[in-house]
């Protein structure tokens, strides 16, 4: 039977619990031990880092050169599908890109993780003849993240435009885009000499254009899209005049403002 707990204070949780707490650490299983013994046997011609099993998932590190030849050798194994592959930036503490693809065995109902860790200035073989989902997703990270890889049919951008500088994906990327995205279009489309003329480009998500009214409500004057702006100030309450009523006997003169925790 579930154990019962108290649904009246479910909002106070978040005042009763640590704000430091550090969840345990996920179990890692010797592979030897478990079914994924076959794999580690079929690979032990190769210089294994590191290997463990971790939520019914093999996971193996191996060295950047070796990268082709453990990917062959695991689709031989049985392991048909390259359903995921991507990286993670380490640049500042590593100076370079942790790399992992993610294998499938349909007919074994296994899954294994293969991690190798590539320098900033290193080249990594690609695998994209090896499966043919490799192509698109390595080029993927090579557009996001900058990894460069050998061999490619053809490495090019993918998201980004052919000419755009720098990897948007990197953690020294800025979040709303550097000076060259920001002028990215206006440059492009019309030309520097219209800077000053259309300015720059909005990439904050989060900005209000007061003078904007078509798309944008002022306070206290809210009114549907396209419509005219009241000119007199309505302090509308919770519940919509005529709208779905979701809120019971809350008015705005009602209101408390919290002054301490309860």
Known sequence: MRIYSDKKDTS??????????KANQTQK????????KDEINALTNFNILNSYVEFNTLVI???????IDVITSLKNFGYEMLCEMSGIDFIAQKNGVEVFYELLSISKKRRVRVKTFVKTDEMLQSVANIYKSANWAERELYDMMGVLFKNHPNLKRLIMPDDWFDHPLRKSYPLQGDERARW??????YGKD??????EENRDSGFVDSKDTFN????YHETPKGEDRPTKPYKQEYQEENGVKFV?????????ILDKRP
Do not use: A, C, H, W
Not at 184 to 189: G, K, Q, S, V
Not at 248 to 256: C, Q, T
């Open 61 to 67: 590190y191996i060295n950047s050169v070796d990268n």
């Open 12 to 21: 106070k949780k978040n005042y009763y619990e640590d704000r430091f707490f």
């Open 194 to 199: 219209f800077r000053s003329i259309i300015g």
């Open 248 to 256: 019971k006997k809350v008015k705005r003169d009602n209101s408390k």
């Open 29 to 36: 299983i010797d592979p030897l031990q478990t079914f994924f």
């Open 216 to 219: 944008f409500s002022m306070l």
């Open 184 to 189: 990215y279009e206006i440059d492009t489309i």
